[in-house]
């Protein structure tokens, strides 16, 4: 059988053939892609598994599966830290919702956790010594008949309640952000914290007091 020459037909069609080179960096990432799969391969290569003879596709199943029960149990215990973080996040959110900076009673007046404060703040523990600082105010406010202090008692009800007291609201209301900034927030506690927490009850007293005066003086008058 006579072969036909088929070289014209092959020029025909390759004179309309555009060639485009690939992309450098294309090349380069196959490269690197068959680098790492034989890097892959040759590691498995040098696993040497049990021989059992028969048994040995069972053997390799066994492994897999005790590969995935592993697997399992620390993706379990991943979610469960994360979901059990989350609702510690959330519980701290409701209570800076609720501003319940107080869950219990204490035996101190407002010049024992002001003193309190001090001592916490020489100690070097100044997220404790600003909620000191918060509790002396709490008590002040309780003492001087402004606004009664209960250990359940929101920062909303204080607010409300000095709601016509605004010498003294004006200087509660930043403390309280303070406070609740540093105690419930991820803002580290710094010196410049404690000192403006302590200028701004000292500007509390100052009010409590000329409030204590000026209702004195109404009081002779009549």
């Not at 450098?24 to 196959?30: E, R, T």
């Not at 605004?166 to 900034?181: G, K, M, N, S």
Request: one cysteine or more.
């Amino acid at each position: 059988m006579d072969s036909r020459n088929i070289a014209k037909d092959i020029a025909a069609v390759a004179k309309d053939y555009d060639y485009q080179q690939p992309p450098s960096l294309m090349v380069k990432l196959q490269e690197i892609i068959t680098s790492i799969v034989r890097a892959i391969h040759d590691f498995l290569n040098l696993i040497e598994l049990p021989s059992t003879g028969s048994s040995d596709t069972k053997l390799v199943g066994n492994l897999l599966q005790t590969a995935v029960v592993v697997v399992a149990v620390i993706a379990a215990a991943v979610v469960s830290v994360v979901i059990l973080r989350r609702l510690q996040h959330l519980e701290r959110q409701r209570k800076l919702a609720l501003g319940e900076l107080i869950v219990s009673e204490s035996t101190l007046d407002s010049k024992g956790w002001r003193t309190f404060a001090a001592k916490l703040f020489q100690d070097k523990s100044t997220k404790e010594a600003c909620r000191a600082i918060y509790m002396s105010c709490l008590h002040l406010l309780d003492e001087d008949d402004i606004a009664v202090f209960a250990p359940t008692k929101t920062n909303y009800e204080y607010f409300y309640s000095l709601k016509n007291k605004p010498t003294i609201a004006q200087h509660f209301r930043p403390l309280v952000d303070t406070v609740e900034l540093i105690w419930f927030g991820n803002k580290a506690a710094e010196e410049s914290d404690y000192n403006a927490c302590l200028s701004l009850l000292n500007e509390i007293e100052k009010a409590a007091a000329q409030r204590k005066s000026a209702a004195s003086q109404e009081g002779l008058k009549h």
